[in-house]
């Protein structure tokens, strides 16, 4: 059992200590009695070594993308250059206060207006803002402006927001947060958005409709322009969810479909770590028509000079201390920098080749619900194993941890039962795609024919499957000294 | 640079497997009118000769505080880095993770985390605390929010204007959503005037907000408001600065319910601004409402201590839009770099540290005093005050000629903060530059 690092205190082991200082002690009362803390802290007290080694052995026991194939559909887990990695290090880029003088910080204030400019083309959106932290974060600023632009045309009306049935679960969460009920709109039998539905739903109540294109089938929406003149007849606006923007990028851009805000993942499409949950980036792009309401500061170009413009009276804000992940951007901003126009549309180009082609090489052992051209996802289930032997996608998807793989998403989107959502991003080459394939047809052979290695999976890791009930009704959720 | 292995002889065989006979087929499914006609207009990639070389330009057009003492506060600090800690967090197990939702292959991670809010209970005093949030300011407006939807119909949040002016710009955006009512309550030199926000709890009032210390630096004493506003069933909320925890009462002496703060001086860089992370702690009541991520203990089949995510049904991916918050990727990077911190300090060097931090702010008073300069506010602080001067940004100016970063200009005055890394040497430079008049 791995002790925690509580468990292996030792007092007085810690070499921590200031360099001497030659100034008078601090007088007893220069912090009243009133302010002074008197609960115990009790942090523990380990050796250097003991604290390396403690750390060291926590990330043997993790498993990242340098580790191994990471097929997570909707989180683009592709592989992360180490040059940008260096770069958000160098000491001028990661020792700047966020309150030094404009002058003393034109480096950085040139990444960031060129971080704007380059999301903007990319995208094909007029403005950006980079303050958002997340994808969930981009998508509350990007509601939070479809509010401030009805608001300011003094229609107050508008307070539902639709979502389709297969939407990422903070799309809805978004829209409840910034004070939107929620409409779902339904799919159709092809996946996609349903436009009778959506004609039907659409009201001079509704202020617009939060989409993903490519949706979170993998499936490009192909009446996209369609759904934009429903919404804008109907006096809505156009959300983008950048989450799938890998199965486009390149080669189609929102704002040339009609969407008038989005967000997109630094730490997705544009190739920044994901850090085990964190930080992400989520920047958000609007219409000329929504710029005012961005968050404020944005980064302005004057004379050849760089600076903040806070000047921005219709603002919704900040959403954010200071810029939004700035050491986010920079390796962001290497890596398009790296890629180049050409290197973009080519990531695109493989990321949907590779889905489509383990979807081709999948087809015979699993159930694909909607088979057909995809973008940079798929969508499949675990239907002709519970059929067989009630094995589950949750089976399937620990099985593949004694092989070696991170497994896909599962149980979403919400559309298809036992979902399985395979994501393989255009960093993999051909050898790992047929290996991932081998130890998937070898599952489906095991879950016909030896079930129970299936059910019982995984064998090879840490640990066994977890008990989730337990944790989640008694919960513990810190240390307790025994 | 490309970084997509496949060389196009291998693309025309994957090509060939799945009967198509061109890239472009991939996009039959999109309409000619909303393709990109003629490519991006970006410039031509860059090999990474090329870049490095680029960065390196664009890092030095920058004054960076690893070359200049930095005397720059309000809400994020120069605090030392441990070389260990910036090592391991190299580790690319750790940092091309995805967020540890199979807890099988991510039992690395998902203890670190449960060291982190173990670490973060500890310094608060609290009874649990979440994952991270995205920083301090997005955390305060998140545990607002918070205490407005869980008691049943009350909006009202009081918060002193001596709170970060940047963190009340967050809760007055996260208030679009018509959850908040903030009242922002006026301070009176420098501190919260608690008389004032006493008198305006009411039985709508869903909490009341303090800083600790305030945005000045300086010591609110917030007794008689944390009874009031708990008299009203409203709750108590602080934002705190965790070094300071190492001295000061913590959260849970106060009687807050909820406290949140900015991680970022326990061992994350400054980096403009971000990537920091926002710590969140309540009491035990609200621990099925905290937004976020939470780890658990539990344990696997063969009855070994194991941890998972836990008490998901609060989640957006579970509740979707009936969910607390929608927040899902946190800082969780960062909060590793926060508990590998307070373990290379350990709880004496922590303790040191808050000190060091206070002894140079006050004997850098004493010497701005000596060279006949005025505290604006007289206040007790811990590692920050603001020193009267007559042209803040020209202070800063001839600071800067003289290779300091100075402070935060207030109209009147320069926010100064001190951390360990300061010197004698640089305060009395700070000193000789601002007192020669």
Redesign the interface.
């Known amino acids: 059992m791995s002790k925690l690092i509580f468990e292996k205190h030792v007092p007085d082991s810690n070499p921590f200590t200031l360099p001497p200082l030659a100034i008078p002690a601090v007088k007893p009362d220069s912090i009243p009695q009133q302010f002074l803390r008197e609960q115990k802290i009790a942090l523990p007290e380990v050796s250097e070594v003991e604290a390396v080694r403690h750390f060291t052995e926590l990330s043997t026991r993790a498993y990242g993308v340098d580790s191994g194939f990471y097929p997570l559909g909707s989180c683009t887990m592709k592989y992360n250059p180490k040059i940008n990695e260096w770069a958000a290090r160098l000491p001028g880029l990661a020792g700047l206060h966020p309150y030094q003088a404009e002058d003393t910080i034109q480096g950085a204030l040139q990444i960031y207006y060129e971080m704007q400019e380059m999301l903007a083309e990319i995208t094909g959106m007029d403005g950006f803002s980079l303050q958002p932290a997340a994808g969930a974060h981009g998508e509350m600023v990007g509601v939070m402006t479809i509010k401030a632009y009805h608001h300011n045309r003094q229609d107050y009306q508008r307070t539902k927001m639709m979502v389709p049935d297969s939407a990422h679960g903070t799309n809805p969460a978004t829209a409840n947060m910034v004070g939107f009920d929620v409409i779902e709109v339904k799919s159709n039998h092809r996946g996609l958005v349903d436009l009778d539905d959506l004609r039907a739903k659409m009201n001079d109540q509704v202020a617009g409709l939060m989409l993903t294109n490519p949706n979170t089938l993998g499936l490009f929406e192909e009446e996209i322009q369609e759904i934009a003149a429903i919404v804008h007849e109907g006096g809505g606006l156009l959300y983008y969810d950048g989450a799938n923007l890998n199965g486009i990028i390149g080669i189609a851009r929102p704002g040339d479909m009609g969407f008038d805000v989005l967000h997109v993942n630094l730490h997705k499409t544009f190739g920044t770590p994901h850090g085990a949950g964190g930080p992400g980036s989520g920047p958000v792009g609007v219409k000329s028509k929504l710029l005012d309401f961005l968050p404020k500061p944005v980064v302005i170009k004057k004379d050849d000079a760089y600076g903040f413009d806070y000047d921005m009276p219709l603002s919704i804000g900040k959403v954010k201390n200071f810029y939004g992940n700035f050491g986010v951007m920079v390796k962001a901003y290497v890596y398009i920098k790296a890629l180049g126009a050409e290197g973009i549309k080519e990531i695109c180009e493989h990321a949907v080749l590779n889905a489509n082609y383990l979807r081709h090489q999948l087809r015979d052992d699993y159930n694909i619900p909607l088979d057909r051209l995809c973008k940079h996802e798929f969508v499949a289930n675990s239907k002709k194993q519970a059929d067989q032997n009630g094995i589950s996608t949750m089976d399937i998807a620990k099985r593949l941890i004694d092989y070696g793989y991170h497994p896909p998403t599962v149980y979403f989107p919400l559309i298809v039962s036992e979902a399985i959502m395979i994501e393989p991003t255009e960093t993999e080459s051909k050898e790992r795609l047929d290996d991932f394939v081998q130890a998937m047809r070898s599952i489906a052979r095991e879950a016909a024919e030896e079930p129970e290695l299936v059910i019982n999976a995984p064998h090879n890791a840490a640990i066994r499957r977890v008990d989730e009930v337990t944790a989640a009704r008694k919960p513990v959720v810190k240390w307790e000294a025994p | 640079?490309?970084?997509?292995?496949?060389p196009p002889s291998?693309?025309k065989?994957?090509?060939h497997?799945?009967?198509?006979n061109s890239?472009d087929e991939?996009?039959?499914?999109?309409?000619a009118?909303?393709?990109?006609p003629k490519?991006?207009?970006?410039?031509?990639?860059?090999g990474?000769m090329e870049?490095?070389r680029?960065?390196?330009?664009?890092?030095?057009?920058?004054?960076?505080?690893?070359?200049h003492p930095?005397f720059?506060g309000?809400?994020?600090y120069?605090h030392y880095i441990?070389a260990?800690l910036?090592q391991?967090l190299?580790?690319?197990?750790?940092?091309?993770?995805?967020?540890?939702y199979?807890?099988?292959?991510?039992?690395?991670?998902l203890?670190?985390?449960?060291?982190y809010?173990?670490?973060i209970?500890?310094?608060t005093?609290m009874?649990?605390?979440n994952?991270?949030m995205?920083?301090?300011?997005?955390a305060l407006a998140e545990a607002c929010?918070l205490a407005c939807t869980s008691s049943k119909g009350r909006k009202k949040v009081i918060v002193s204007d001596t709170v970060?002016p940047?963190?009340l710009?967050?809760l007055?955006?996260?208030s679009?959503?018509?959850?908040m009512e903030v009242v922002l309550v006026p301070g009176q030199e420098g501190s919260a005037d608690i008389d004032a926000m006493i008198q305006t709890v009411d039985d709508q009032t869903a909490c009341a907000v303090i800083q600790q210390p305030n945005f000045y630096g300086i010591?609110e004493?917030a007794?008689a408001l944390e009874k009031a506003v708990h008299e009203n069933k409203g709750m108590f909320i602080m934002a705190v600065e965790p070094v300071s925890?190492?001295?000061?009462?913590?959260p849970?002496?106060w009687g807050a319910d909820i406290a949140v703060g900015?991680g970022q001086p326990l061992g994350n860089?400054?980096?403009?601004?971000?990537?920091?992370l926002g710590f969140f702690a309540a009491r035990k009541a609200l621990?099925r409402k905290i937004p976020g991520?939470?780890?658990?203990?539990?344990?696997?089949?063969?009855g070994?201590?194991?941890y998972?995510l836990?008490?998901?049904?609060r989640?957006?991916?579970?509740?979707?839009?009936?969910?607390g918050?929608?927040?899902?990727?946190?800082?969780?990077?960062?909060a590793?770099a926060a508990?590998?911190y307070?373990?290379?300090?350990?709880?004496?060097?922590?303790k040191?540290?808050a000190?060091?931090c206070?002894?140079?702010a006050?004997?850098a008073q004493?010497q701005l005093e000596r060279a006949g300069m005025e505290l604006k506010y007289k206040q007790?602080y811990?590692k920050e005050f603001a020193i009267k001067v007559d042209d803040p940004a020209a202070a800063?100016?001839k600071l800067?000629e003289n290779g300091i970063?100075g402070g935060?200009e207030l109209n009147d005055a320069l926010m100064l903060a001190f951390t360990?890394k300061r010197?004698?040497e640089e305060i009395d430079q700070l000193t000789t530059v601002l007192g020669g008049k």
Request: hydrophobic share 35%; net charge negative; glycine share 6%.
């Open positions: 640079m490309k970084y997509n292995p496949n291998v693309v065989e994957m090509l497997t799945i009967g198509l890239l991939l996009f039959s499914d999109i309409k009118e909303v393709k990109v490519g991006l207009n970006l410039p031509e990639g860059m990474e870049l490095r680029r960065m390196k330009d664009l890092a030095n057009r920058n004054v960076n505080t690893e070359d930095c720059l309000a809400g994020a120069d441990p260990a910036e391991l190299l580790r690319s197990e750790f940092y091309t993770a995805y967020t540890p199979q807890p099988e292959m991510s039992q690395g991670i203890q670190s985390i449960f060291e809010q173990t670490m209970c500890k310094l005093g009874d649990v605390s994952a991270s995205y920083d301090g300011g997005s929010n970060h940047e963190y710009d967050i007055k955006a996260y679009l959503s018509g959850s010591l004493d007794e925890l190492a001295l000061l009462k913590s849970a002496e900015e860089s400054l980096s403009l601004g971000g990537p920091y621990m991520r939470i780890v658990g203990q539990t344990s696997d089949l063969d070994k201590r194991a998972v836990t008490l998901q049904a989640e957006q991916h579970i509740r979707r839009e009936k969910a918050s929608n927040i899902c990727s946190n800082e969780a990077l960062c590793l508990s590998m307070l373990t290379f300090v350990g709880e004496k060097g922590l040191d540290i000190s060091r206070h002894r140079l006050l004997y004493q007790p811990f800063n100016r800067l970063i935060y360990e010197t004698k």
